[in-house]
């Protein structure tokens, strides 16, 4: 017989502080993405005889082989963390928000309108960035409150109902794009103020400022590969999210309230926590983070808006806030990672004529593994007797 | 019969293209005095040695648009005798800022020119040509580069709209055996199409007029799916059509979507008959499937290759037709009306020989009265329509008795609903 049963302690380290048991989690976890990447190696060369370790360097070249690279990895990734972060006080508080691609969506609309409605009138990039932020902000808590208040007033399912709300996202978006198209008919928007660049995320010093520099000097590549590049400003929104999103979750009283209506909705009532309002407000912050991402996708990244700007990322997101078990930390790990299998799947399509389905199974093969390990981190398995008597007993 | 006729089309098929390519020569004096495929140089006698070419692509060999164009773009590698290591193909490029990215990168990697394939690619291709002015962008199917101000910036569009009106006259033959035999009473054709964008438009009026130059009572209903690949939606459409009492559907739209359902409702009684896009649709289709337009990518790649081999200023626009081989239809179905490929033989060598015009004004009406003028406007608005994103020029597109389709723009701008089309709109505006 099999018995499986919660764990509490590694055998190794019975009884010892929790950080060493955390430890050898980690161990675990890297242990498990190990085995997965030669799981895959094996793949690899028996579908396609390539060298595997070759397919590897070629997917690290492809995400990291040029500074250009490594800033649309740090672009994807500041995207990708955001929703992430976003949907974990969600998460913590057992609310299960589907919703994330509908909250991106109607906050990337809200971006796209104030960008060609007000892309003409001449307000300076900073005020116009923050009109930007501060829309679809409160166009992504809309989304978020609309099914908080129905849970909270009514008990209506909450997964159904974000589920649901992004299809009117996606719908919404179908309803603009014929509204901006350009040129019509063409169903695309195309780049929004591509002449004037308005509303479009700047890079810290122009490359005019940069040319003034004297190119042999220390510093001169350093600032162009950081201040001189477009995204900096994506990466310092997400990490003030992250850093606002760890401290509330884990130093402040909502956190707290966060923390006790998702282990027990009653226990909350009882230590006279006003439930229903922890929902609501929760979930505003949730669709607020999160429409804050469609500004980061939409003025940061694509400068046009289309049903794929979320690109799926709000599902993925739930992946990323799930096993980081809510640490917005652990989340910029797990986004890096995703990330990187992404950009490093398109390298490998292009370098070996692969088909993209390659990277897709690579991709699927790791995610396996790491949740799997999650399951021998939080769970004991021990071999019993035939007659089903602990064996150790 | 058939076989008969298999080989009757193969022999015109064969002859047509043999009368294609001396036409070809006879335009380009010089390149016929060229030595073909030599070794080193290619058909442009030059040292292309030193060319690096990047090519984006949206999908990959496993999608029908993108493997035609890697088919076409291989084709112009081996005539200009571009070696395999000169071109980085980036395969799975979506249509966002990767897009931009990846044109970048081949920039970066030393690129002199960059092709992409899909429309939704041209914003991120200009993007990406603003930061680079000393690499050509070539955003295969766009529509901004005579416009948007930037001298690197190339688009490149076969004329369609020739071969969808060779397959309206294989349709309208069939229309019209179906006629004389009692079959059908009423000339009813469907017709699904991806959105109501000129491209399609102009498309679909040309395959009309194909089937109204053999049945001139004929009328048409247009319904689009919102989308140019979508196997269900296009399959619904279809079926929709064949409902209201369509009797031919035609299709812009990717998938094999619509030929399967005509062929399913072929097969239960119904009288229906297909004409597809970009594949032959007889292995879907082999009793419903007429034929299919077709575009031959090669020969654009190849003339935008050339004329940047030969260190010559790439134009803003290329374009080409059934001149130079760059349409055509796929086999004629077994279904095809008999004298069906002698017709076809027939119209296509009135369009190469310039005696005919596609959008001769004579065939058709707008609101009852003849198009004798049209002044098209080709600057592109900004998104919400109230400032223009470039500037371009006002031009009188009709002239000579015909619209000048493709002529001052490679993408197509005949965006008139003519009389005997009723464009079934759902979508906003």
């Known amino acids: 017989m099999i018995h499986i049963s919660k764990r509490v302690d590694f055998t190794l380290f019975k009884g010892k502080a929790a950080w060493m048991n955390r430890f050898i989690g980690w161990g675990i976890r890297l242990l498990a993405v190990a085995l997965s990447l030669v799981v895959c190696g094996v793949l690899i060369y028996a579908l396609t005889k390539l060298n595997p370790v070759k397919v590897y360097a070629v997917m690290a070249n492809g995400v990291f082989g040029t500074t250009r690279r490594v800033w649309a990895w740090l672009r994807d990734l500041a995207l990708l963390l955001c929703i992430s972060v976003g949907l974990a006080p969600a998460f913590k508080m057992r609310f299960w928000n589907i919703g994330a691609e509908g909250q991106v969506l109607v906050g990337g609309i809200a971006t796209a309108a104030c960008m060609i409605y007000m892309g003409g009138m001449n307000i300076p990039t900073p005020l116009l960035l923050l009109i930007m932020a501060a829309t679809s902000i409160v166009a992504g808590a809309i989304w978020g409150i609309i099914p908080a208040l129905f849970k909270a007033r009514w008990n209506t399912n909450e997964t159904l109902f974000t589920l649901m709300m992004n299809y009117i996202a996606i719908q919404l978006t179908s309803y603009f794009i014929p509204k901006w198209e350009h040129p019509k008919g063409s169903n695309t928007v195309g780049l929004i103020n591509a002449g004037t660049q308005a509303g479009w995320f700047p890079s810290f010093m122009s490359k005019e400022a940069l040319a003034k520099l004297d190119p042999n000097a220390w510093y001169t590549g350093l600032l162009k590969n950081t201040v001189g590049q477009p995204y900096l400003l994506n990466v310092l929104i997400v990490i003030a999210i992250v850093l606002f999103m760890f401290f509330y979750l884990k130093k402040s009283k909502h956190g707290y309230e966060i923390a006790v209506v998702g282990q027990s909705e009653n226990t909350a009532r009882y230590a006279a926590m006003n439930v229903k309002k922890v929902i609501v407000r929760t979930m505003t912050l949730s669709g607020a983070i999160c429409g804050l991402g469609g500004f980061l996708a939409v003025a940061g990244a694509d400068h046009t808006i289309s049903a794929a700007t979320a690109g799926g990322r709000g599902f993925v997101a739930i992946i990323v806030a799930w096993l980081a078990k809510f640490n917005t930390f652990v989340m910029i790990l797990i986004s890096a990672v995703l990330v990187f299998l992404e950009k490093g799947a398109i390298a490998i399509a292009s370098e070996f004529s692969l088909s993209n389905d390659v990277s897709h199974i690579i991709k699927g093969i790791i995610l396996f593994f790491i949740l799997g390990s999650e399951f021998f981190i939080n769970y004991q398995i021990k071999f019993t007797g035939k007659s089903g008597r602990r064996a150790d007993k | ?429």
């Not at chain 2, 298999?6 to 009368?19: F, G, K, S, T």
């Open chain 2, 1 to 429: 019969m058939k076989k008969i006729l298999a080989i009757v089309l193969c022999v015109l098929m064969a002859l047509a293209l043999c009368a294609c390519k001396t036409n070809h020569e006879d335009n380009n004096p010089d390149n016929t005095a060229a030595p073909q495929n030599t070794e080193n140089g290619g058909e442009t006698g030059k040292d292309v040695s030193g060319l690096k070419i990047g090519v984006i692509l949206v999908g990959d060999e496993n999608e029908g648009y993108t493997f035609a164009h890697i088919e076409g773009f291989k084709e112009a590698m081996k005539e200009l005798g571009i070696k395999d290591e000169q071109v980085t193909w980036k395969y799975v490029i979506p249509e966002n800022a990767t897009c931009y990215d990846t044109a970048c990168e081949l920039a970066d990697a030393g690129c002199n020119i960059i092709f992409s394939n899909s429309y939704g690619h041209q914003s991120f291709m200009v993007q990406a040509a603003q930061e680079f002015p000393e690499v050509v962008f070539v955003p295969a199917t766009g529509d901004t580069a005579n416009v948007c101000g930037l001298e690197n910036v190339v688009n490149i569009f076969p004329q369609t709209y020739q071969s969808r009106y060779v397959s309206g006259v294989v349709a309208g033959m069939k229309l019209k055996e179906l006629m004389d035999n009692g079959t059908v009473t009423d000339p009813y054709i469907g017709y699904v199409g991806a959105y109501p964008y000129a491209e399609v438009v102009s498309g679909f009026t040309a395959f009309f007029l194909g089937i109204k130059s053999i049945v001139p009572d004929a009328h048409m209903d247009v319904m689009y799916t919102s989308s140019w690949f979508d196997l269900n939606k296009e399959n619904e459409t279809a079926k929709a059509l064949m409902a209201k009492g369509c009797v031919i559907i035609g299709q812009h739209a990717d998938s094999t979507g619509a030929p399967s359902a005509v062929e399913a409702a072929l097969k239960e009684g119904k009288v229906a008959y297909s004409v597809g896009y970009n594949i032959d649709m007889l292995k879907v289709a082999p009793n419903a499937a007429l034929t299919s337009a077709q575009n031959n990518w090669s020969v654009l790649y190849k003339m935008v290759l050339k004329d940047f081999i030969d260190g010559k200023k790439v134009q803003h626009d290329y374009t080409a037709g059934y001149e130079a081989d760059a349409v055509m239809i796929s086999a004629l179905g077994a279904s095809c009306a008999p004298g069906t490929a002698e017709k076809v033989a027939e119209v296509i060598e009135s369009i190469k020989n310039g005696t005919f015009h596609v959008f001769d004004i004579s065939t058709f009406t707008v609101e009852g009265k003849t198009l004798d003028s049209y002044v098209f406007d080709f600057s592109t608005m900004n998104a919400d329509f109230t400032a223009v994103q470039y500037e371009g020029e006002k031009i009188e597109v009709v002239s000579d008795g015909y619209f000048h389709e493709s002529e001052y723009r490679s993408a197509p701008y005949f965006g008139i609903i003519i009389d005997g089309i009723t464009s079934l709109t759902n979508t906003g505006n």
